[in-house]
């Protein structure tokens, strides 16, 4: 039988004919020739596609698809189920799974190289949980012995093996076996109890004890993702629910301002932590599923718990008093001070957000009331504050103002169609919002010290002088300035393939090539500019730099002032050398790939200076880059080499010798970077190791070379 919303639904989308036979249990079981059929997986893309995982009475699994007719028609296929555009996938062909065609056919040769000649080798699988496309989790048993199975994408195996690894030193599952060519991971099997009421006390302790654990490496949150999942959720949840557009994005500004304000507690986290993820036992409790263990804001594992209490309520999983009570007794456990206590809230207010969706994948029978329940417990929840989000930039709110930013927008000669969102934040310094545009989108510029009226004047000269993407390959975005309450300027978002996605081992490295052109055009541009940047600048900021770093590592200080006394005779050894324009901030992450137009962006910080800063600093970044992430200052070679390439046989003014001390100079700014950015101070040691003054510099050595 369908249910009303789904009824509603179907009768919106008559692009999927087979959307009702897939919404309908017991039409689909009928269909599919069986009692019954328990749902793994719902997967939903409006006017689209529609797929579902189902197991049968006789435990098998069943993955199908919804498509339109014409796709339909395009695609070969095993089979139409119920003549409706309904593919019949077998699982065992899920490509995104390396490891779905043995689990599927042969289990033997994933279980083999888990467990080698254990008897888990030859055990029984149990399929407890199977996204297609994402994640299947299995428990394989024999002879009194069990184990914990799970299948990932290559893109997510890396995280979750190291979450794996993670919960084996700090005693919870151990970790049994894993295979990288398979992306699977085998964990010992733990014995528990669920948390009931008495329990959410020992999920606290135990999440505190996890929390204190010295962080691991790698696997930050990047900046942006917790605000870009927000709004893709309430933006799916409008369309499967479009009367509830306008609380839906209310919710979601309202939550995204209180997460704004909160300052974090960086450190280790669970990254999906619920009384679903304890198990208690005699000697206390353990915690399971660390697939997305790293680290983070600690406050998002408090928030995630209290709002699946919630989540609980809503279906009938326990009552409101329970509801309260086990919260209470999960923060007693935990034992969160007075200023952790003031933002939780955000968090919990973010985990009802990101539930939305929930009622609706779950297929719960009344899934339209059980969402706008949950918008109302966010509308409880979420912190009430007059203050502003950033007190040295007072206008931010308003610059995420629908209403307030329609006007600002339309003076660009475009009409703002969208919530603005907020792409960057550096608190007390800058920020940066996107203003979602039918035209083309536009950035906001924000910064602490007052109204930057230079640089769209810049933008204009610039575009002027043939950097408008016509002419040249070249290309810098249009500006305008904004209202001068707002301290910022307006800028056009441009679109293309980011640079840094080509700083990799084994990628094309033509594209640096092309940036180093795009350089040497940059510095033969005779512009004047509002400021000048001269070498003693330059080392103000390095001296700091190393300042700060000896100041965190002390028991670093002599080599670090060693390296410092080296740096300074370096930088008097730079030769004379005409102004030019300088980015002066000229990095991978500048530059946006068009097709055959190259997009720089970022030209706050513009002046006229010595020409070898800018390619000095691009090299730098790509090395500290592969020493950071790869353990090798070297991996990245080709690309150094063909920037360096493009940018001297296009003209560029710098000398090879100059950027080479440039390159170094550069590099040592990371010494306090990498302190400074959380999820980099792992790479601090080596990068002091590799700049220490006998090594050898990899710009010299590599320009001799090339």
Same mark, same amino acid.
């Given at each position: ?17 087979? %959307?009702? %036979?897939?919404?309908? @249990?017991?039409? *689909?079981?009928?269909?599919?020739? $069986? ?227 909160? !300052? &974090? ?28 263990? &790293?680290?983070?804001?600690? %406050? ?8 699946? *209490? @919630? ?19 999960? *923060? ?38 059980? $969402? ?39 003076? $660009?000669?475009?009409?703002?169609? &969208?919530? !603005? ?51 040249? =390959? ?21 679109? &293309? ?44 900021? *390095? ?10 590592? =002390? ?23 005409? =102004? ?72 560029? !003014? ?53």
């Amino acid at each position: 039988m369908i249910s009303p919303p789904n009824e509603q639904l179907i009768r919106r989308d008559s692009a999927l004919p087979g %959307l009702a %036979l897939l919404l309908d @249990d017991v039409a *689909l079981a009928e269909a599919l020739g $069986t009692s019954r059929i328990e749902r793994l997986y719902l997967r939903y893309k409006p006017g689209t596609s529609c797929r579902v995982a189902v197991r049968k009475a006789d435990h098998s699994i069943e993955v199908l698809k919804a498509v339109p007719r014409k796709r339909f028609a395009r695609k070969q296929s095993s089979g139409d189920l119920s003549g409706l555009a309904i593919h019949r996938k077998n699982p065992a062909k899920d490509q995104a799974l390396p490891g779905a065609r043995h689990f599927f056919g042969k289990p033997h040769r994933i279980l083999r190289p888990l467990f080698g000649d254990h008897p888990l080798a030859r055990g029984r699988i149990e399929i407890l949980r199977y996204k297609a496309g994402r994640r299947l989790v299995a428990r394989v048993t024999t002879f009194g012995q069990a184990a914990l199975v799970k299948l990932h994408t290559p893109s997510g195996f890396a995280r979750a093996q190291a979450g794996a690894v993670r919960s084996d030193l700090l005693g919870h599952a151990p970790l049994l076996g894993a295979d990288a060519s398979l992306c699977a991971i085998a964990c010992g099997w733990l014995d528990g109890a669920p948390v009931d009421l008495a329990g959410h006390r020992a999920a606290g302790e135990a999440l505190v004890r996890l929390h204190a654990a010295p962080s691991p490496g790698g696997f930050d949150e990047a900046p942006g993702e917790s605000a870009e999942t927000l709004r893709r959720i309430c933006a799916y949840a409008a369309n499967l629910l479009p009367e509830l557009e306008d609380r839906l994005a209310s919710a979601c500004d309202a939550v995204l301002r209180s997460l704004l304000a909160s !300052p &974090g507690r960086f450190g280790s986290v669970h990254g999906d932590f619920s009384a679903d993820q304890v198990l208690v036992a005699a000697d206390g409790a353990r915690i399971v599923d660390w697939d997305r263990a &790293g680290r983070g804001d600690q %406050l998002v594992d408090l928030g995630s718990y209290l709002a699946r *209490l @919630d989540m609980d309520v809503l279906d009938g999983t326990r009552s409101a008093a329970e509801a309260r009570q086990a919260a209470a007794s999960f *923060l007693s456990g935990y034992g969160p001070d007075a200023a952790a206590m003031a933002w939780i809230a955000s968090q919990h207010a973010a985990h009802l957000l990101r539930l939305v969706t929930e009622p609706f994948r779950r297929q719960l029978r009344d899934w339209d009331e059980m $969402t706008a329940a949950l918008l109302r417990r966010v509308a409880d929840v979420v912190p009430r504050t007059t203050e502003p989000i950033d007190a040295a930039m007072p206008t931010l709110a308003e610059c995420l103002d629908r209403r307030a930013m329609a006007s600002v927008v339309a003076a $660009t000669g475009v009409e703002l169609t &969208g919530s !603005p969102e907020l792409l960057r934040h550096k608190p007390g310094r800058r920020a940066i919002v996107r203003l979602p545009c039918a035209a083309g989108d536009r950035l906001i510029k924000l910064r602490a010290k007052g109204p930057d009226r230079a640089t769209p004047a810049l933008h204009h000269t610039l575009r002027e002088a043939g950097f408008d993407g016509r002419a040249a =390959p070249f290309a810098i975005p249009r500006a305008w300035p904004g209202p001068d309450r707002l301290d910022a300027f307006l800028m056009e978002a441009v679109a &293309g393939e980011p640079l840094a996605d080509h700083a990799r081992p084994g990628r094309d490295a033509a594209p640096f090539e092309r940036a180093g052109r795009a350089l040497a055009a940059l510095h033969r541009l005779d512009v004047s500019l509002p400021q000048d940047w001269g070498l003693a600048d330059e080392w103000a900021v *390095l001296s700091r730099a190393l300042r700060q770093a000896a100041e965190r590592e =002390p028991k670093h200080k002599d080599r670090i002032d060693k390296l410092a006394s080296e740096l300074r005779r370096e930088l008097d050894r730079l030769s004379d050398a005409r =102004p030019v324009p300088l980015h002066r901030d000229f990095y991978f992450d500048q530059i946006l790939i068009d097709g055959e137009r190259m997009w720089l962006v970022d030209l706050d910080l513009m002046a006229r200076g010595h020409p070898a800063i800018d390619p000095g600093n691009f090299t730098a970044h790509l090395e500290e880059l592969a020493l950071r992430r790869d353990g090798d200052p070297t991996t990245l070679r080709p690309q150094i080499h063909a920037f360096r390439e493009g940018y001297a046989d296009a003209g560029g !003014p710098a000398s090879g010798d100059d950027i080479d001390l440039m390159h170094r100079i550069s590099l040592a700014r990371h010494l306090a970077i990498c302190l400074r950015i959380p999820g980099r101070t792992e790479a601090f040691p080596r990068l002091l190791h590799h700049l220490a003054p006998t090594a050898q510099s990899l710009s010299a050595a590599s320009a001799r070379s090339a």
